[in-house]
């Protein structure tokens, strides 16, 4: 693997959560030539498994296990399963969200046609269940493992987090109402983590990936013959350096701020990966 840096991070162990998505299989594949240990955890056993294998045939080492990120017993179980394998965890990439139809209204701006059109949903549409599930993601989907993981590393005084926000946290953008407030959330809780863990040993920062195209987003940016829609457009002339972004990209800055040599002193940082899309006023 072409990587940015190398930091040795051999005898180390890595848990990334949300691990055989678009952008943290990139990451578990990066930890993982670094010489890290690299727990794999997804709702999806096979997906994480896949991936494994796919690390192992490399050179690198890596295991999948299942967990569902918002149930605490879950996350237990799986805490326990790598503590078993590998010991105490150095290393916390909770890189587990995303958003849901349920919690994402049709319109950028009120409509009175679409309040009227039940074919159609508004903000007044939107269900307080699909709320909670992007909520309970993004939001306990960072607290839970973190409670989990974060024990060992204050027991042993020393540990990384990386939580994975999103430009929304800076700006919310329009239709998906749920998922720029848990993300800003993501954000706050980072910042409050890094102060609550400063006397542990513990740094804990976030990255705020701008527009990077993926399974979850692709029907939002394209249209079924596979040509960019009109919020594509607006995406990519807010953003300076006019395309999204590739996930490899998100490498450098995870390593950087996971490795101690490079980033010893910085905690509670959300650092934006976003081609200048949160520098840009438009004009």
Not at 27 to 53: D, H, N, P, Y
Not at 109 to 127: G, W
Not at 151 to 178: V, W, Y
Not at 185 to 206: K, M
Request: aromatic letters at 8%.
């Amino acid at each position: 693997m072409n990587l940015p840096m190398r930091p040795d991070f051999t005898g180390k162990v890595a848990v990334v959560t949300g691990g055989a998505g678009t952008l943290c299989s990139h990451f578990c594949r990066a930890l993982a030539a670094c010489g890290a240990k690299v727990a794999i955890l997804g709702r999806t056993l096979s997906k994480c498994e896949a991936l494994a294998e796919e690390i192992r045939a490399a050179g690198g080492e890596a295991r999948g296990f299942a967990v569902d990120v918002t149930k605490e017993e879950s996350v237990k179980a799986a805490h326990e399963a790598v503590l078993a394998a590998w010991g105490r965890c150095d290393i916390l990439i909770n890189g587990a969200g995303g958003n849901s139809p349920a919690a994402t209204s049709d319109d950028e701006f009120f409509s009175r046609e679409t309040l009227a059109d039940p074919e159609k949903k508004s903000f007044f549409d939107l269900t307080t269940d699909g709320f909670s599930r992007v909520f309970d993601l993004n939001i306990m989907g960072v607290l839970l493992p973190t409670q989990a993981f974060a024990r060992d590393m204050a027991e042993q005084e020393h540990g990384c987090i990386i939580n994975l926000s999103s430009m929304n946290a800076f700006t919310p953008l329009t239709k998906i109402p749920a998922y720029s407030a848990a993300k800003a959330g993501v954000s706050n809780f980072t910042e409050w983590l890094a102060v609550h863990f400063a006397g542990t040993g513990i740094r804990c920062n976030a990255i705020a990936p701008g527009f990077f195209a993926g399974e979850q987003n692709h029907s939002l940016l394209f249209r079924e013959d596979g040509s960019p829609t009109d919020r594509t457009r607006k995406i990519l002339t807010g953003t300076p350096m006019g395309r999204f972004g590739k996930p490899e990209e998100l490498i450098g800055a995870l390593l950087f701020l996971c490795d101690d040599n490079c980033s010893g002193f910085i905690s509670g940082v959300v650092l934006p990966v976003d081609g200048g899309f949160h520098a840009y006023a438009g004009v």
